[in-house]
């Protein structure tokens, strides 16, 4: 129950109004529950589903909630990643970057980008005729569920934030396990409720991502961060996104 409120408190704009331990059992609670917070801001999104909305305004509300109900955490690491990144400088002048409060021409270049593009293609998807509301549910818990084995298979960039407090906490073997259990669980009720093609190419498209945004990271930072976290929950949810209207249409 810790783990459940820690997760809720740091990762949702719900309200956790305790002061709750932060030892090593709670964060890697915490963490390895993750991707079900996903699952639930999924299945609040799906709520928009029974409005008789047009697909472009209800692509919409899907992405907004997606956004409101994280407190926009990963939207803010996206922000930050594409100021850092764009910028083309070296190592410790992208980690000065990604600690500057302030956004940048790239930064604000990126997110427009991101959020039209998501929301078109949202909108696209909902728009064919095999699309399912367990899409809107699970992609939300994939790209949670790709974050915890990401931050479990590396080290972080540098010896200070959340990231590195959180990861000299958690135990790494038990959130990868963890996070292989939620993939397996989730790729299993995907096959089950639509059918088992989308659900061997999410397999496959995640498994590349991770291993191309994991190299990624450890070419230009050397590691990961928090922001660098919360980007990859952004593209990974995009990329899942894209992935669908291409198996659908």
């Not at 002061?19 to 991707?35: A, E, V």
């Not at 989730?186 to 995640?206: D, E, P």
Request: glycine share 8%; with cysteine.
């Amino acid at each position: 129950m810790k783990s459940i409120l820690l997760a809720f408190q740091f990762f949702t704009v719900l309200p956790v109004n305790k002061n709750l331990p932060m030892d090593k059992r709670s964060i890697t609670g915490m963490y390895s529950i993750f991707p079900w917070i996903g699952g639930g801001i999924g299945a609040f999104s799906c709520l928009v589903l029974y409005f008789d909305w047009s697909s472009l305004m209800t692509g919409f509300c899907i992405v907004l909630l997606g956004v409101v109900l994280s407190g926009g955490l990963h939207m803010d690491g996206f922000i930050d990643t594409s100021d850092a990144f764009f910028s083309y400088k070296d190592r410790l002048k992208r980690f000065e970057i990604l600690e500057d409060p302030r956004v940048g021409a790239f930064g604000v270049m990126a997110v427009v980008f991101l959020v039209f593009g998501k929301v078109i293609i949202v909108s696209e998807v909902l728009s064919t005729d095999s699309f399912h509301w367990v899409f809107v549910w699970l992609i939300p818990f994939f790209s949670r569920a790709m974050l915890t084995l990401l931050f479990s298979l590396t080290n972080t960039a540098k010896a200070s934030g959340l990231a590195y407090y959180f990861k000299g906490k958690i135990n790494a073997n038990i959130v990868l396990i963890a996070a292989i259990c939620n993939f397996a669980i989730g790729l299993a009720v995907l096959g089950w409720m639509t059918n088992w093609m989308v659900a061997v190419t999410f397999a496959v498209v995640l498994f590349a991502f991770i291993c191309l945004f994991r190299n990624w990271t450890m070419k230009n930072f050397g590691g990961v961060t928090g922001d660098l976290l919360g980007a990859s929950v952004e593209i990974s949810e995009v990329m899942l996104w894209i992935t669908l209207l291409l198996l659908l249409s």
